[in-house]
Each structure stands twice: as structure tokens, then as C-alpha cells.
Nanobody, 116 residues
Framework: QVQLVESGGGLVQAGGSLRLSCAASGSIFRRATMGWYRQAPGKQRELVASITTGGNTNYADSVKGRFTISRDNAKNTVYLQMDSLKPEDTAVHYC??????????WGQGTQVTVSS
């Protein structure tokens, strides 16, 4: 069974930092673009950042220059370093594996709350 296990969410003051981690099963991780999405109350889920197996990254305009996505292929883990956090970053953050063979997987979500 494929699992994406997230960790690292929490409560932080505006301007602070958090790092999210997502560990995946190796058979999926090695063949997937990994991404982080978020969903705030009353809003649609949106892409925050993604990274291909080759290391190419993509960011939402709202987080460029503040967030950094990376992956450790030896640990089958993707990270999201979030700096200069703003209250509008408050949301449930989800890890995603978009595989090259047509399957898509989601983690359970981790809450990020930024206080002003």
C-alpha cells in the first residue's frame, strides 16, 4: 500500500519558518513528480511547489522567494522549507505524488497556522 507520511506542520508567528517533510514508498517516489499543495478554509486546493525526479522545480507565485522544495532520493523524502511565513499561508498542506505511470497519491495533510 502506498503511503505518503507528512510531518512538520504547526503554529508559528508571522515571519517565522517551518519545514514540512513527506516520506514515500520508494517504488513510487523514484517515479513521481512530488508536490506540496495547500487548502485554506473555503478555498480550493492549490499547488504550492513541485519537483521532478530530475530536480526541476515549480512554485506558486505567492511563495516564490520564500519557500524551497527539495527531495532526498536516498531517503524517499520530499521537503518544503517555508520561510518568511505570512498569515495567508495558513492552510492544510498536502503531499502529492504524481507518478509517471498515471497514478496520483495524496498524504493525509498537515496543518500550518501562521499567527499575525
Amino acid at each position: 500500500q502506498v503511503q505518503l507520511v507528512e510531518s512538520g506542520g504547526g503554529l508559528v508567528q508571522a515571519g517565522g519558518s517551518l519545514r514540512l517533510s513527506c516520506a514515500a514508498s520508494g517504488s513510487i517516489f523514484r517515479r513521481a513528480t512530488m508536490g506540496w499543495y495547500r487548502q485554506a478554509p473555503g478555498k480550493q486546493r492549490e499547488l504550492v511547489a513541485s519537483i521532478t525526479t530530475g530536480g526541476n522545480t515549480n512554485y506558486a507565485d505567492s511563495v516564490k522567494g520564500r519557500f524551497t522544495i527539495s527531495r532526498d532520493n536516498a531517503k524517499n523524502t520530499v521537503y518544503l522549507q517555508m520561510d518568511s511565513l505570512k498569515p495567508e499561508d495558513t492552510a492544510v498542506h498536502y503531499c502529492n505524488a504524481d507518478t509517471y505511470f498515471g497514478r496520483n497519491y495524496w498524504g493525509q495533510g498537515t496543518q500550518v497556522t501562521v499567527s499575525s
